[in-house]
């Protein structure tokens, strides 16, 4: 998400990347590395003010001479208006109905370079217009990259992951500054068989010099789907940086992300960590890049891409995005901050001053201010509209359930629609705000309450992988001769999946509530025969032995019990 959060200034004098540590997490799955030949992206929508709601815009024609008005995707500012395309798709969320997908991570970068006055191309317009006119994430790069060459670019610096069934892209990009029109960026495609990540600081270093085949640059986009091309760059990408003074060096050593977005203690601590943690569940030996992740050896960089040890599902995707660091010696469920009940989530703002010296917590991938949040799923094997699953949860991604959206739908549940409830409006019928009443019930006594939520998203997350199944079945035999009646089943079938689980999820808030109300935990018991009514089972758990001992530590004698005498 962008620069609004703007908060502990007092890293602008250490020099630290502000809006590099609020934001967003993108991983990157290929075909060849995921379990049953499906690409992945994952994307959690990051932001303290944004309202978690599906978008949807159907397929369409246009007129000759109509014209398309941008709006700021982060503040809701008209930009102006390029021309419309003659034919736009359907598109649900992040994915169209042709498969392709779009996340991203912002980081920023060189400030100087953020302002572009009469840009009217945001990255948010980017993702959406590009979704809705593109077949395959070849042609969503050559349309981004053309738009931003004819209309300018009106955002910070940007990571975009960019996908479809076949392949899986990372596309970096950062605008030219004033008095320069459009953004230098760099495209390379994920080898088969790896994976990747971006969490908003630029990764993307050295890449291929442009040789017409392997290598193009914009000039020679009309080359973009030959399936041999893996890297695509903006042709003053290095001869921008050496006439502003950011490099002077030969041009093959050239490092997008180290001339433009140098990495820095909060975009390896707050950044960068979030992609090592994801790295060392899938790939052992990652441990080595510890003291970079940390923030205190910034020259042991990472590789862009890896190759895992095992093969990855899509349900191990949806648990990567709710990493809290465990397992690390970053594991927010175990220091101070945790408190009593493990709580691996910190109140903002996210670093402070002790006596002039700054501190910081941790910042994980899953995390309370998530909007909404994604996994992306494209099929090669599938007709298109059955093949792109959209799983779609909202708010924080370790307490959401991902429901399955099918690409090719024609309208979404009413509970994740745009204009059911908003940031200041509450609505008991808005998925953002059931799933939002559970997840903050929870962090109150997180490890008691959060198994619970654990137990039950994991049930119904499994009910929708095993009825998939029999739905991509069903539509497909059925699209084979009546497309039409296919579409209908799948809207059907997501739409239900959606509006249920809203629903399931506030009766499992009422559930939550009743039994874990004022620090007790309570059960119902039969009422015996001559009784009226019967108490229930009365818990008290209190804080922990543990957090009990660490009180006296500190405390002394202070809350001691007048005539106990100890062991």
Same mark, same amino acid.
């Given at each position: 998400?962008?620069?609004?959060?703007?908060?502990?200034?007092?890293?602008?004098?250490?020099?630290? +990347?502000?809006?590099?540590?609020?934001?967003?997490? &993108?991983?990157?799955?290929?075909?060849?590395?995921?379990?049953?030949?499906?690409?992945?992206?994952?994307?959690?929508?990051?932001?303290?003010?944004?309202?978690?709601?599906?978008?949807?815009?159907?397929?369409?024609?246009?007129?000759?001479?109509?014209?398309?008005?941008?709006?700021?995707?982060?503040?809701?500012?008209?930009?102006? +208006?390029?021309?419309? =395309?003659?034919?736009?798709?359907?598109?649900?969320?992040?994915? &169209?109905?042709?498969?392709?997908?779009?996340?991203?991570?912002?980081?920023?970068?060189?400030?100087?370079?953020?302002?572009?006055?009469? =840009?009217?191309?945001? @990255?948010?317009?980017?993702?959406?217009? =590009?979704?809705?006119?593109?077949?395959?994430?070849?042609?969503?790069?050559?349309?981004?990259?053309?738009?931003?060459?004819?209309?300018?670019?009106?955002?910070?610096?940007?990571?975009?992951?960019?996908?479809?069934?076949?392949?899986?892209?990372?596309?970096?990009?950062?605008?030219?500054?004033?008095?320069?029109?459009?953004?230098?960026? /760099?495209?390379?495609?994920?080898?088969?068989?790896?994976?990747?990540?971006?969490?908003?600081?630029?990764?993307?270093?050295?890449?291929?010099?442009?040789?017409?085949?392997?290598?193009?640059?914009?000039?020679?986009?009309?080359?973009?789907?030959?399936?041999?091309?893996?890297? @695509?760059?903006?042709?003053?990408?290095?001869?921008?940086?050496?006439?502003?003074?950011?490099?002077?060096?030969?041009?093959?050593?050239?490092?997008?992300?180290?001339?433009?977005?140098?990495?820095?203690?909060?975009?390896?601590?707050?950044?960068?960590?979030?992609?090592w943690s994801f790295f060392?569940?899938?790939?052992?030996? *990652?441990?080595?890049?510890?003291?970079?992740?940390?923030?205190?050896?910034?020259?042991?960089? *990472?590789?862009?891409?890896?190759?895992?040890?095992?093969?990855? %599902? /899509?349900?191990?995707?949806?648990?990567?995005?709710?990493?809290?660091?465990?397992?690390?010696?970053?594991?927010?469920? +175990?220091?101070?901050?945790?408190?009593?009940?493990?709580?691996?989530?910190?109140?903002?703002?996210?670093?402070?001053?002790?006596?002039?010296?700054?501190?910081?917590?941790?910042?994980?991938? $899953?995390?309370?201010?998530?909007?909404?949040?994604?996994?992306?799923?494209?099929?090669?094997?599938?007709?298109?509209?059955?093949?792109?699953?959209?799983?779609?949860?909202?708010?924080? %991604?370790?307490?959401?359930?991902?429901?399955?959206?099918?690409?090719?739908?024609?309208?979404?549940?009413?509970?994740?629609?745009?204009?059911?409830?908003?940031?200041?409006?509450?609505?008991?019928?808005?998925?953002?705000?059931?799933?939002? *009443?559970?997840?903050?019930?929870? @962090?109150?006594?997180?490890?008691?309450?959060?198994?619970?939520?654990?137990?039950?998203?994991t049930k119904l997350e499994?009910?929708?992988?095993?009825?998939?199944?029999?739905?991509?079945?069903?539509?497909?035999?059925?699209?084979?001769?009546?497309?039409?009646?296919?579409?209908?089943?799948?809207?059907?079938?997501?739409?239900?999946?959606?509006?249920?689980?809203?629903?399931?999820?506030?009766?499992?808030?009422?559930?939550?509530?009743?039994?874990?109300?004022?620090?007790?935990?309570?059960?119902?018991? %039969?009422?015996?025969?001559?009784?009226?009514?019967?108490t229930p089972k009365l818990?008290?758990?209190?804080?922990? $032995?543990?957090?009990?001992?660490?009180? /006296?530590?500190?405390?002394?004698?202070?809350?001691?019990?007048?005539?106990?005498?100890?062991?």
């Open positions: 998400m962008k620069k609004r959060y703007l908060i502990a200034l007092f890293f602008l004098a250490l020099g630290l +990347q502000i809006p590099a540590i609020m934001a967003c997490t &993108n991983f990157l799955v290929t075909k060849g590395a995921s379990t049953d030949g499906s690409t992945f992206i994952s994307y959690a929508a990051d932001s303290h003010v944004l309202y978690g709601e599906l978008y949807h815009w159907p397929a369409a024609s246009w007129p000759e001479g109509t014209m398309l008005d941008i709006y700021e995707w982060d503040t809701g500012k008209f930009l102006g +208006q390029i021309k419309q =395309a003659s034919e736009t798709y359907n598109v649900v969320g992040n994915m &169209n109905e042709h498969q392709v997908s779009i996340g991203e991570t912002t980081y920023g970068g060189r400030s100087e370079l953020g302002r572009q006055p009469g =840009a009217i191309m945001d @990255y948010g317009s980017l993702i959406y217009v =590009a979704l809705q006119r593109s077949k395959t994430a070849r042609e969503a790069l050559k349309i981004m990259t053309e738009l931003m060459a004819e209309y300018g670019y009106a955002s910070s610096g940007e990571s975009f992951s960019v996908a479809d069934p076949n392949e899986v892209w990372i596309f970096e990009l950062i605008g030219k500054g004033d008095g320069n029109k459009g953004a230098v960026w /760099v495209a390379l495609r994920i080898p088969d068989g790896y994976v990747s990540a971006h969490a908003n600081q630029a990764r993307i270093q050295t890449f291929p010099l442009a040789n017409g085949e392997t290598s193009i640059t914009f000039s020679q986009r009309d080359k973009i789907d030959d399936p041999a091309v893996t890297c @695509y760059y903006a042709d003053d990408v290095i001869s921008f940086a050496k006439t502003k003074g950011y490099y002077e060096g030969d041009d093959a050593k050239f490092s997008f992300s180290d001339t433009y977005a140098p990495v820095d203690f909060g975009g390896a601590r707050f950044c960068e960590v979030r992609v060392r569940s899938v790939k052992s030996g *990652m441990d080595k890049y510890y003291d970079y992740a940390s923030g205190h050896n910034l020259k042991n960089r *990472m590789p862009l891409w890896i190759k895992p040890d095992r093969k990855i %599902a /899509v349900e191990d995707v949806m648990d990567y995005m709710r990493d809290h660091l465990e397992g690390t010696p970053l594991d927010m469920t +175990q220091d101070i901050g945790a408190g009593p009940f493990g709580n691996p989530y910190r109140w903002r703002p996210l670093t402070w001053e002790v006596d002039g010296v700054a501190y910081c917590n941790e910042r994980a991938t $899953a995390t309370q201010q998530t909007g909404f949040v994604f996994v992306s799923q494209a099929r090669s094997w599938l007709p298109d509209p059955v093949g792109g699953i959209h799983w779609f949860g909202v708010d924080d %991604a370790a307490s959401t359930v991902f429901t399955p959206m099918y690409c090719g739908i024609t309208r979404v549940p009413e509970s994740y629609a745009v204009g059911n409830g908003s940031m200041m409006e509450f609505s008991f019928d808005a998925a953002f705000w059931v799933f939002n *009443m559970v997840s903050n019930f929870a @962090y109150t006594r997180y490890n008691i309450i959060h198994p619970e939520i654990r137990a039950e998203q499994w009910q929708f992988l095993n009825e998939i199944k029999e739905i991509d079945q069903k539509a497909s035999e059925l699209y084979t001769n009546d497309k039409e009646a296919a579409i209908k089943m799948l809207t059907y079938y997501s739409v239900k999946a959606g509006d249920e689980t809203t629903r399931h999820w506030l009766n499992f808030y009422t559930y939550l509530f009743t039994k874990y109300m004022d620090g007790n935990i309570k059960e119902k018991r %039969a009422v015996p025969e001559g009784y009226k009514y019967y818990e008290q758990p209190g804080y922990g $032995a543990d957090w009990y001992r660490r009180i /006296v530590d500190e405390t002394g004698d202070h809350f001691k019990v007048q005539g106990s005498a100890g062991h």
